[in-house]
């Protein structure tokens, strides 16, 4: 499976993207968009508060050919972040406040410098995470002591896990993925990951198999824990509900399958102003694989950064950032619906 860009699909193209997001909504569901909504809570324009994030893409080079990811990732993906460029990070979060840094990818360990990173942005103090899609761990022998880099830096590892089952989860991921993650898992765990006590943390990330939204996060948190310990004697710590954001591939699964109507009516209609007030794009600052600022990795995906005065990470400004206007699409409405989405789950 290639990506939608080495495919040449259309909506490979970001402004394409924003515009079929558009159209749909307002001129062909006749819904209201999102800024109206905004402005019907009293929300709009949405600001930020203070910044305690930075998600960093290292690359949109991935293992992995996922059907819903929204960075079209995969091994036909060579953006990878430069040295030059983590080196720009680090100078910008050397003096700021920012305590969280939170890498993603692609697979984020397929970047070349990803250890220097990691151990450079551990030096200085920082919180790190790594979403790490557990099957890179066992993927080439390279990567089998991830799961003691990771230990010997402390980093807290978030990896999605569609499904507790072979069925679900491989047909999201792909033949064999599952299994692939329940051996990564079992390595995380030897090492004391997810294991009470050790202080080592393993999220995983639950995304919805098909046009719905997930259901409640602490009775799938439940289910999971209970069926992977039963079965295979895997343990972690919290369970991150994610709704699909209607962009890259899960938008044209929603196109291709027949379900963009139904699906983009149920996220309008699920609408929280609560959940609109923790989104994560109020608290972090996304980086792009070339240095380019966002509000979110979503926005990310669709080109929308920030003003040319403060959009590269050599030009960070913290006092601008502070006073900008989040930048809003008919997407946002993906982690606003119910109990609201975020990189770490429900946002109430």
Known sequence: MKSLKASGHALADAASQIKSLHDQVFDHLHLPLFEQKLESADLFPLKPVRTTTMQINVGKMCNQVCKHCHVDAGPDRKEIMTRQTMQ????????????????????????????????????LGKHVIVRCNLTIIVANPKYNDLPDFFKQHQIEVVSSLPFYNADKTDRQRGKGVFEDSVKALKMLNAVGYGVEGTGLVLNLVYNPNGAFMPGPQQGLQRQFKKALHDEFGIVFNELFAITNIPVSRYLDYLISSGNYDGYMEKLVNAFNPAAATGVMCRSMVSVGWDGRLYDCDFNQMLDMEFDPAYNHISR??????????????????????GAGSSCGGNTI
Do not use: K
Not at 98 to 110: K, N, Q, R
């Open 88 to 123: 720009q990070c680090l100078d910008t979060l050397t003096d700021s406040d920012i305590s969280i840094v939170d890498l993603t990818g692609g697979a984020p360990e397929m970047n070349p410098d990803f250890r220097w990173f990691v151990e450079q942005l551990t030096a």
């Open 316 to 337: 960070y400004d913290q006092g601008l950032i502070d006073n900008r206007e989040i930048l809003t699409g008919q997407h946002c409405y993906g982690c606003t619906a």
